[in-house]
């Protein structure tokens, strides 16, 4: 590590203990921040060491997807004390396991993503992801977007009380063919139906790129709706430079569109991690115009 990504790294962390978790999630005065998606590293490395990871690389921030529903209290405690240590914060986190688009599912829906907020609070994580899960076999697909949008509404306004805020994630159909929200484009009409400020779309282009493409026209219409990226590459969900997504003119697209909030990698590393994440991030500044 450079003393330049030391500085860098320091002043991280002495912003996010001096902003309040929850304001850390509009970086409208910080610029785009990068942090990584621990699950695609941490099977192999281990929680710990695949934290450790992500702050050599240089991020500033990490995800989470429900590891943290079972960490006891003092489990809690050490986790926030060596994220700290490390210049680190958890920047979104998923782990909603309802469907909001199914009818059944409603009161559970909203019993899970009030457990959720719960957790987010006392994560100091400002951000949360929420997959649409499984689409109805028996209810319309017009009546489950009414659904959907109800039950987005009501977990908008419970959010907005904890200063906390929404993103959706549309899932390809590859993944998970019986997904209700498989689309951004279907994600930003329901952003907009919602019509709730702290509700928008977790864009990830490896997901948008296996079913539908057309990347920047999407990014181009809807960049005020766009509340975090994902970044992985099509196929094989490696880093980018080993597919088919040209990265570097989204970047750069995102540049112009002053994009100014999270970019999250969600990569299989095919090389020596930390080296993997550090160039990815460093292929994304110097488009960014960063470095």
């Known amino acids: 590590m450079n003393r330049r990504e030391l500085g860098r790294m320091m002043a991280g962390?002495?912003?996010?203990?001096?902003?309040?978790?929850?304001?850390?999630?509009?970086?409208?005065?910080?610029?785009?921040?990068?942090?990584?998606?621990?699950?695609?590293?941490?099977?192999?490395?281990?929680?710990?060491?695949?934290?450790?990871?992500?702050?050599?690389?240089?991020?500033?921030g990490i995800e989470l997807t429900g590891e943290f529903q079972k960490w006891t209290p003092e489990e809690?405690?050490?986790v926030m004390a060596k994220l700290r240590r490390l210049g680190l914060?958890?920047?979104?986190?998923?782990?909603?396991?309802?469907?909001?688009?199914?009818?059944?599912?409603?009161?559970?829906?909203?019993?899970?993503?009030?457990?959720?907020?719960?957790?987010?609070?006392?994560?100091?994580?400002?951000?949360?992801?929420?997959?649409?899960?499984?689409?109805?076999?028996?209810?319309?697909?017009?009546d489950q977007r009414v659904i959907a949008i109800e039950n987005l509404k009501r977990a908008a306004e419970m959010a907005a009380k904890e200063k906390i805020e929404i993103v959706i994630e549309p899932i390809d159909f590859i993944e998970r063919p019986n997904v209700f929200l498989a689309s951004v484009t279907d994600g930003f009409e329901i952003a907009a139906a919602v019509n709730a400020p702290n509700l928008k779309v977790l864009y990830d282009l490896y997901h948008e790129q296996r079913s539908f493409g057309n990347l920047i026209e999407k990014l181009e219409k809807n960049i005020d709706r766009v509340g975090l990226i994902h970044v992985a590459e099509v196929p094989g969900r490696h880093e980018p430079g080993t597919g088919e997504i040209d990265f570097d003119p989204i970047y750069r697209k995102l540049r112009e569109l002053k994009y100014n909030r999270w970019i999250a990698m969600e990569f299989y590393p095919t090389e020596e991690p930390v080296a993997s994440l550090k160039k990815a991030r460093l292929g994304a500044e110097k488009e960014l115009g960063m470095l």
């Open 89 to 142: 914060v958890i920047d979104s986190m998923s782990g909603v396991r309802a469907a909001f688009a199914v009818p059944e599912e409603r009161k559970l829906f909203v019993t899970q993503f009030a457990e959720h907020l719960r957790f987010a609070k006392e994560l100091e994580c400002p951000q949360v992801i929420l997959l649409s899960g499984r689409r109805s076999e028996t209810v319309s697909m017009a």
């Open 76 to 78: 809690r405690t050490r």
């Open 13 to 60: 962390a002495a912003a996010a203990m001096a902003v309040p978790g929850w304001a850390q999630g509009n970086a409208a005065a910080k610029g785009v921040r990068f942090s990584f998606m621990l699950w695609a590293i941490e099977k192999p490395a281990g929680f710990d060491r695949a934290v450790e990871m992500v702050a050599e690389a240089g991020y500033q």
